[in-house]
């Protein structure tokens, strides 16, 4: 471990609850089957708010398990080492989570039927929500300000390196039955046919009520209550005590954050790494 990083596979990586050894085991010899469902996204993309949608589609509105089970013993981090260990003593289907880059990703997904939804974000409010929360834990190295940050953000010096990177490479998948594209910002303009959309990908049907149910509790304010949810169990040597998951939730926050300058120079870098993709893949744009 090296300026408060762990360095895998050129990358920088949490270096809290992470291990060279755990991150080259899950990513050479897990094996992926094809009854799992993946969710895989950035850092800081909707992560949570996902895996909630999906606990619930799961049992159908019913909130004992999101209310009883952590969201990270429900749908384990296949690359910390914890949820690695959770997920390999799992029989059944398993709802696991990752934010691996393409190339990272374990080989036996390419051969698997396994369903993987993919998330994305407005990279100015990945930046943002990202500052807030890497201050706020003690998982790697703390930025000293948002500018430092900003810096880190565009070289790709921060937990997952790059988050172009991060998109051109599951941008690739994007055509493949068993994949889903999603993204935070039509998630949040119109969340039912977002979590409809998701039914009929996994090939789950919900009753009206039922689907009322997903909406509800998985809503920003019922997720900000529910301490299975907000990581509010997490002990002090992970967080900070003023620590919350569940910032604003909402889109756009990075206006009134960035400057004009920096959000220019993120435009600019924006261009030039995404040029070739169809614009119609971002809702950001």
Not at 178 to 183: D, I, P, T, W
Request: proline share 5%; net charge neutral; charged share 25%.
């Amino acid at each position: 471990m090296t300026d408060g990083y762990l360095w895998f596979e050129g990358l920088p990586f949490p270096s809290i609850d992470y291990s060279y050894e755990g991150l080259k085991e899950a990513c050479t010899k897990f094996v992926i089957k094809d009854e799992d469902t993946v969710m895989v996204s950035y850092p800081k993309s909707g992560t949570h708010w996902l895996i909630e949608i999906l606990c619930l589609i799961h049992s159908k509105g019913d909130t004992t398990w999101i209310r009883s089970v952590s969201i990270w013993d429900r749908a384990p981090w296949l690359e910390i080492d914890t949820g690695y260990k959770l997920l390999k003593e799992r029989e059944g289907p398993r709802f696991l989570t990752s934010h691996l880059p393409f190339h990272l990703f374990p080989k036996s997904f390419f051969t698997s039927k396994a369903k993987v939804i993919y998330i994305m974000r407005n990279p100015k409010d990945v930046l943002v929500s990202g500052y807030y929360f890497w201050t706020t834990t003690k998982f790697s190295k703390k930025p000293e300000s948002l500018d430092q940050y900003f810096q880190w953000f565009l070289q790709g010096h921060v937990p997952y390196g790059s988050w172009f990177e991060h998109i051109r490479g599951w941008m690739s998948m994007r055509d493949r039955e068993n994949v889903l594209l999603l993204s935070y910002e039509e998630l949040q303009k119109d969340p039912r046919s977002t979590i409809e959309k998701i039914c009929q990908f996994l090939g789950k049907k919900l009753n009206p009520e039922e689907l009322d149910s997903v909406l509800k509790n998985s809503s920003f304010h019922v997720m900000k209550e529910n301490k299975m949810s907000n990581l509010e169990t997490l002990p002090e040597t992970r967080v900070d005590k003023d620590f919350k998951i569940t910032r604003k939730g909402i889109s756009g926050d990075w206006k009134n954050h960035l400057t004009v300058a920096q959000a220019e120079a993120l435009d600019k870098l924006y261009q030039e790494k995404m040029a070739g993709f169809p614009k119609e893949l971002f809702p950001w744009e």
